[in-house]
């Protein structure tokens, strides 16, 4: 295993972690989802990266699917939605972005250091990704938490499926192929599932806030 | 200090006086040339600065000394931070007198200068160039200073001497910490020379700009002083970002073969580096001020985060 | 040289303080006379000084002395000693307050509510005591001198008590500094470990169990973070130091604010030992809040005073910061870096004392030349004030933490205290700590933001006002203290090693080890505090060369071109009708800062209609720690004290009952 591979893996990780970061300062729903699309592409290229150094011919595969699924499909579906539900200028988040940058930061270092007694464990290639494919999921439940549309949240719920594929990539060269296709096709359905719902909610309350969800809890 | 030192410091200086202007000017032929437009001669600053310095200097009726003196300051401070910048080597006499965080430090000295003749004359543009100029600083510094931050704890120093020859020693390696502070010191530098999206350089129209607010009333050697200063500026970090993220081609302490060869290459790097600012320039519009900050805080960020990086993947 | 010498040192300082009780007393006897008062006993009180930082500064390289006056009360004597920190701090006090009782002997004049034979006693006595809490080596001392400080300075602070506002201001500070006064005693009291024996020396000797350690600490944050304005107990420094005449702002803000750093470095370093590494976390979280609260509401003042105010808030902050770096290099046991970090704190210390303290002198001389504090209506005073307008201008350089001030070179060395944290063996340390070197270069980038509008709008542009082109300069006893204390700022400034050398001692007694010693300071012109490979510095060169490029230029330029000037009026792109109202006000300068950090104020804002005839536009900045913290537990007081109230009844026989039940209680309690 040379050291350059490490090197891109690295690459890729960083990247993959400053895209979270910049999921988290978006505002815009249309950026949002470029930048989901980014993280996907980010994504491809490690798993590339490592079917490459490994020579296993399924991640290839899998990095085919991710870019059919991730960077091109789901991108496609949500842009669709968001011209259909009218949404293009979602600016509310509930806590304003210095405080969840640096609650990012603070996130960040915790998930390297829980990782770090792992990834000694492990003899994978790029033992330091594993702290930050952790980090980006939890940045993405951070930003599920801290957005109060729909849609944003469901970007954020993608998000997070990516970091957990990265960490199966770069920390165990991926997982069995049934498994991935399974995801895949798991993404997909609850992607169309969310989809739907959210029409539901708009047209049950005129507006994608899920605040109105919260009249649904018994008195 | 010696002889040697002596003599490379001052044709340090000198390739910087010279250098400069020729920058700003390429930088302006590469921005005409991409925007269909005829372009001035590559030599148009120098003969800018001539006809400034001819021209006698208007001062406005109670103007203090500080509104004087300014010039001279900004001028050195820019002039001696090209002297600290490992340009054509790293065998700088005067280097150990200021490290990376002095070098900030600098900058931030001429931008105090700058501000506060700006606000001496008492106009609106005067003051309302000063604040704009406090604006990007006080954003831009801290951002700076962590892209130096994370190439000093990659080279364990913060000398700017020794970060440049660690770095230029170390065998190739793509680290991500780099790649992200070099984006960010693309931001930052966008903003400190007033460039295209924070600032245009070429604008009059009074109601957007901050680096032509500043010196709007200066005029003559004054005007020709701030102005040579401003393109320096360009220079040294230029030439800062090229010696940390290029390294190559920059002589070592008492190499004279290498030195021969370190004037071509940071001729052939300005050069490229020029085209890329002019494209930059070229391709952006310019923001609104009040986007300007959020544009700095990222580049902050971004500087953090390329520290974080580093300290988590130790690359 | 014998052990005379040696004994010198701790004589000298009391007899110094003696002098400054004698003069206090003689200006008592001149009570109403400005002449003796001023031209005599301040100059003489400012020698005092003089005297006082020579002693100290005699005093800190040797080991300890120790003395013990026979007053106090009947076998608790008053136990002195001078060892290098108190020497340091006793240098800090005389070094600033030379130059400040100059400056106060032109400044006070007649009319400022108390009569100056009676400030002049205030003064001193308020210099006494700071200089006795220095040397003060056991708890009944210290506490004893520690309110001897508050009281002299409550009183000066109210100097003006006619007005109701100064009152209040003075009323809060009181209030705040005997709760401060309580937190101390109680970490006395902890410290002690139940002996009974409140000698500092008993107290190094106790080993206190982590738990009690930690109290103890939280006490002595809590107390000297009350005194130094440490967030959110810095309340009152923003009410009483706009309050007080200008000299006595000077000097609480420069050095009364250290005596508390003083009370905190010598409790968490030297009484409890080794601190523990959370301990450095919480100094390190609480000081970078306050650096940055400090900076950010700075910003924003529109008051000339308070802005200095907010901004010495940031530098304790700073000063805070480098403490808990020093902590957690210590409680690792990684002393050189703990050496670095606190020398950076200590010498922050010494640096703000300096520039602040003339800072504040000329707001002083800004006031008493125009009558006004607020910052809107100055404006263009460099050109009535030279002398005023330039040393403000080191001041505001040193404040700004720009090269080649003093300010800087300290701002210095704690950043790369924060570089080199790479051994520490707490991976989430090691990575967190780089991260608040990130907040402490925006705090400074910020000061320096703030700087400018200080100084641009006092004595930049044109004047607001019609009144301020007879503003005066200031007299000749002000000026040599402003001269002095310019001075003192540029040679800290150029000097570092120096300094460092002089600080030496202090590390080496608290962390066990010394910059200088460890060989690799780098010679006088060169501060290479860790390696000259790994950073340096030389502030001489740094303005040699400056200043050299400058004069070639002016040279140069005259030689081949010329140095014709034209006057004219201004151009401002060719607008016709300006005036000075044009120019950006305060509230304009400080417009960007409140519009990106808007979550953190608590701001009222009137804005005008497009149709108003006369329009304003006014904007208020309320302290936030006002409507979170302190108006509830004065509502919660308030309740409790109801509740309490309906006790009583006005009517005797119910209060017998009061007493009978008590009465019934005890003896039902002691018999159980």
Partial sequence: MSPFTTQVIHLFAAVLLLIAFAMLAQRRIVALINLFALQGLALVGSTATVAWATGQRHLYWSAGITFALKVVLLPWLLHRLIRRLNVKWDVETLINIPTMMLVGIVLVVFAFNLALPISEFSQSIARGALGIALACVLMSFLMMITRSKAVPQVIGFLAMENGLFFAATSATYGMPMVVELGIALDVLVGMIILGVFMFQIREQFDSLDIHHLEKLKED | MNLEGALGQLLALAVALLGAPLLSGWVSQCRAWLQNRRAPPLAMPFRTLHKLFWKESVVAHGASPMFRIAPYVVFACMALACMIVPMLSTNLPLAPAADAIALVGLFGVARLFISLAAMDIGTAFGSLGARREMLVGFLAEPAFLMVLFTASLISSSTSLATTVSALAHREFAILPSLAFAGLAFTMVSLAENARVPVDNPATHLELTMIHEALILEYSGRHLALMEWAASLKLFAYSCAGLAIFFPWGIAEARDHAALLWALPALVAKLAVGGFVLALIETILAKMRVFRVPEFLAAAFLLGVLALLVHLLLGA | ?672
Wanted: net charge positive.
């Fill in chain 3, 1 to 672: 040289m014998g052990p005379l010498p040696e004994l010198l040192a701790i004589d000298g300082v009391t007899v110094v303080v003696v002098a400054w009780l004698g003069l206090g007393l003689a200006g008592l006897a001149a009570l109403h006379d400005t002449r003796v008062v001023g031209r005599v006993l301040f100059p003489l009180s400012a020698l005092a000084s003089l005297a006082l930082a020579g002693f100290a500064l005699m005093g800190l390289p040797g080991a300890p002395q120790v003395a013990v006056l026979a007053i106090g009360l009947p076998d608790l004597p008053f136990h002195l000693r001078l060892d290098a920190l108190s020497a340091f701090f006793l240098a800090l006090l005389g070094l600033a307050s030379a130059g400040i009782s100059v400056f106060a002997g032109g400044y006070f004049r007649q009319g400022e509510g108390t009569p100056p034979g009676l400030l002049c006693l205030h003064y001193h006595l308020f210099l006494a005591g700071m200089a006795m809490v220095m040397l003060a080596d056991d708890a009944y001392a210290f506490m004893v001198t520690w309110e001897v400080m508050a009281l002299a300075s409550f009183f000066l602070v109210t100097t003006n008590h006619r007005i109701a506002e100064i009152r209040r201001a003075g009323f809060l500070y009181l209030l705040v500094a005997h709760v401060g006064a309580i937190a101390i005693l109680l970490c006395f009291g902890v410290l002690q470990a139940g002996t009974g024996d409140y000698t500092f020396a008993n107290m190094r000797a106790q080993s206190l169990s982590p738990f009690w350690a930690s109290c103890a600490f939280g006490l002595a944050l809590l107390g000297f973070g009350a005194k130094a304005g440490i967030l959110p107990l810095h309340v009152w420094l923003p009410e009483a130091h706009p309050a007080a005449p200008s000299p006595v702002s000077a000097l609480m803000s420069g050095v009364m604010l250290k005596t508390a750093v003083y009370g905190l470095v010598r409790v968490s370093f030297d009484l409890l030992g080794t601190p523990a590494w959370w301990w450095g976390v919480v100094a390190l979280v609480v000081g970078l809040a306050t650096a940055f609260f400090g900076v950010v509401f700075a910003a924003a003042q529109v008051d000339m005073k308070r802005l200095l105010a907010y901004s010495s808030i940031e530098n304790v902050g700073l000063i805070v910061v480098g403490l808990g770096l020093a902590m957690v290099f210590a409680a690792y046991r990684m002393d050189a870096l703990a050496a670095l970090a606190l020398a950076a704190s200590l010498y922050h210390c010494l640096n703000h004392a300096l520039f602040k303290s003339l800072l504040f002198l000329g707001t002083g001389c800004v006031l008493h030349a125009t009558q006004e504090r607020s910052l809107g209506r100055l404006g263009g005073l460099l050109r009535f004030m030279p002398w005023v307008g330039w040393t403000a201008l080191a001041g505001v350089m040193a404040a700004a933490g720009l090269p080649p001030s003093n300010g800087f070179v300290s701002e210095w060395l704690l950043l790369q205290g924060f570089l080199f944290t790479g051994g520490l063996p707490n991976p989430y340390l090691r990575m967190l700590v780089p991260v608040f070197a990130a907040g402490v270069v925006l705090v400074a980038a910020l000061a320096a933001y703030v700087m400018v509008k200080f100084y641009g709008v006092i004595f930049l542009g044109r004047p607001r006002e019609e009144k301020l082109a007879h503003a005066h300069d200031a007299g000749g006893l002000e000026r040599l203290g402003l001269a002095w204390l310019t001075a003192g700022c540029v040679l800290l400034g150029l000097f570092p090693v120096a300094v460092i050398e002089v600080i030496d001692p202090i590390t080496f007694s608290l962390v066990g080890r010394g910059l200088a010693q460890s060989g690799h300071i780098g010679d006088w012109l060169l501060l290479a505090p860790v390696s000259a490979e790994r950073a340096s510095y030389s502030p001489l060169t740094f303005l040699v060369v400056t200043a050299l490029i400058v004069v070639a230029t002016i040279v140069l330029v005259r030689r081949f071109y010329h140095g014709r000037v034209r006057r004219a009026a201004p151009w401002d792109c060719g607008f016709p009708a300006q005036t000075a109202r044009m120019q950006d006000t305060a509230e304009g300068f400080g417009q960007p800062i409140r519009q990106i950090f808007e979550p953190f104020y608590r701001m009222r804002r009137e804005l005008p209609s497009p149709f108003d005839a006369a329009p304003r536009y006014r904007v208020e900045i309320e302290d936030p720690a006002w409507s979170a913290i302190y108006l509830r537990i004065a509502a919660a007081t308030e309740a409790v004290s109801r509740a309490v109230g309906r006790l009583q009844r006005g009517r005797i026989s119910i209060y017998l009952l009061y007493s009978f039940v008590t009465l019934v209680a005890l003896l039902f309690l002691t018999q159980a």
